[in-house]
């Protein structure tokens, strides 16, 4: 099958009937079919695409009735949808929501110019506008995502005030050095419990991450994913107050990792990592978790920048 031209197919379509996550997610579903080699019949279960790409049931169930629309796949009664026959070619690339871009493209360079000293502390919309050259409706919807995140505050009128980042090399270190004190110590805690269905969802975003192409908007994404292993890790501690020191740490270091400046090769192996402490805690050695966890962080800090 054709599944380029159905891809663009189901992206003209989606426009009057479903959005963009949904178009989105389909030619991801599509890409993923082909990588596994699927064949006729093969059952496409809500329940593992949403933890494959940690979304939920809503824009998956879209995403599979727009690939039914294309006769990628059919509804089959108590079965859901199956695959209609092998996926034979796919996009090399992955849809790209123009908006969604623009937005990562902004959040990088708010990264760059904090981390350069050009944005101060505290600034105004347009004095971003000005000082980034971009447009104000980006810069709108940035800013709240920053709000979000606990990285902006807003001051009356259009005023913003940046949470100071790590922004210096001994800041950095020593970021790190707490970190590999106290956050192994959490998995080690008599009060630690995985939470299996998080690691399940995490494992099956890094796995899908792992494959996709790298462009440096993906840092935004990246972060994410980072921060959201680490912080879970600290809340299955039990421990409230080493949850709350990784939150502020996660912070802290947001807009030193959303420049991200230590290639492709650090973030497959930076998940490979993190997979690995996923497998140990799986099957109940917390201790030896907890060393590889320390190593993990000792490794982040000592290792050098390969971008510029």
Same mark, same amino acid.
């Given at each position: 099958?054709?599944?380029?031209?159905?891809?663009?197919?189901?992206? %003209?379509?989606?426009?009057?009937?479903?959005?963009?996550?949904?178009?989105? &997610?389909?030619?991801?579903? &599509?890409?993923? =079919?082909?990588?596994?080699?699927?064949?006729?019949?093969?059952? &496409?279960? %809500?329940?593992?695409?949403?933890?494959?790409?940690?979304?939920? *049931?809503?824009?998956?169930?879209?995403?599979?009735?727009? =690939?039914? !629309?294309? @006769?990628?796949?059919?509804?089959?009664?108590?079965?859901?949808?199956?695959?209609? #026959?092998?996926?034979?070619?796919?996009?090399?690339?992955?849809?790209?929501?123009? !908006?969604?871009?623009?937005?990562?493209?902004?959040?990088? !360079?708010?990264?760059?110019?904090?981390?350069?000293?050009?944005?101060?502390?505290?600034?105004?919309?347009?004095?971003?506008?000005?000082?980034?050259?971009?447009?104000?409706?980006?810069?709108?919807?940035?800013?709240?995502?920053?709000?979000?995140?606990?990285?902006? %505050?807003?001051?009356?009128?259009? @005023?913003?005030?940046? +949470?100071?980042?790590?922004?210096?090399?001994?800041? /950095?270190?020593?970021?790190?050095? $707490?970190?590999?004190?106290?956050?192994?110590?959490?998995?080690?805690?008599?009060?630690?419990?995985?939470?299996?269905?998080?690691? #399940? *969802?995490?494992?099956?975003?890094?796995?899908?991450?792992?494959?996709?192409?790298?462009?440096?908007?993906? +840092?935004? #994404? $990246?972060?994410?994913?980072?921060?959201?292993?680490?912080?879970?890790? +600290? /809340?299955?501690?039990?421990?409230?107050?080493?949850?709350?020191?990784?939150?502020?740490?996660?912070? &802290?270091?947001?807009?030193?990792?959303?420049?991200?400046?230590?290639?492709?090769?650090?973030?497959?192996?930076?998940?490979? !990592?993190?997979? %690995?402490? =996923?497998?140990?805690?799986?099957?109940?050695?917390?201790?030896?978790?907890?060393?590889?966890?320390?190593?993990?962080?000792?490794?982040?800090?000592?290792? +050098?920048?390969?971008?510029?």
């Amino acid at each position: 099958m054709n599944v380029a031209a159905a891809v663009r197919r189901t992206e %003209e379509s989606s426009s009057l009937r479903a959005s963009r996550l949904q178009a989105d &997610l389909a030619a991801r579903i &599509l890409r993923m =079919l082909k990588e596994r080699g699927a064949g006729p019949g093969y059952h &496409l279960v %809500e329940l593992d695409l949403c933890r494959m790409f940690d979304v939920s *049931r809503t824009p998956v169930r879209g995403a599979l009735r727009l =690939l039914a !629309e294309q @006769g990628a796949v059919e509804a089959r009664a108590n079965r859901g949808y199956v695959l209609r #026959e092998p996926v034979v070619s796919a996009p090399d690339s992955e849809p790209v929501s123009l !908006e969604e871009e623009a937005d990562r493209r902004l959040f990088v !360079e708010i990264a760059k110019a904090r981390n350069a000293g050009r944005l101060p502390d505290q600034c105004s919309q347009q004095e971003i506008v000005r000082i980034l050259g971009v447009k104000l409706a980006t810069v709108v919807r940035v800013m709240r995502q920053l709000q979000e995140l606990g990285l902006v %505050e807003r001051k009356p009128g259009n @005023g913003w005030s940046f +949470a100071l980042p790590i922004n210096s090399g001994r800041a /950095r270190q020593e970021s790190y050095a $707490f970190r590999a004190l106290i956050e192994p110590a959490g998995l080690v805690e008599s009060t630690f419990e995985l939470d299996r269905d998080w690691m #399940e *969802r995490s494992r099956a975003r890094h796995l899908a991450f792992r494959k996709r192409k790298w462009r440096d908007t993906l +840092a935004v #994404e $990246f972060f994410e994913i980072n921060s959201d292993f680490h912080e879970q890790l +600290a /809340r299955c501690s039990g421990n409230r107050y080493i949850l709350d020191s990784v939150q502020r740490q996660n912070r &802290l270091r947001s807009f030193l990792n959303i420049q991200w400046v230590n290639g492709v090769e650090r973030v497959v192996d930076s998940i490979d !990592e993190h997979l %690995e402490i =996923l497998d140990i805690l799986d099957a109940g050695d917390n201790a030896r978790a907890c060393q590889l966890l320390k190593e993990h962080l000792v490794y982040a800090r000592d290792v +050098a920048p390969t971008v510029t």
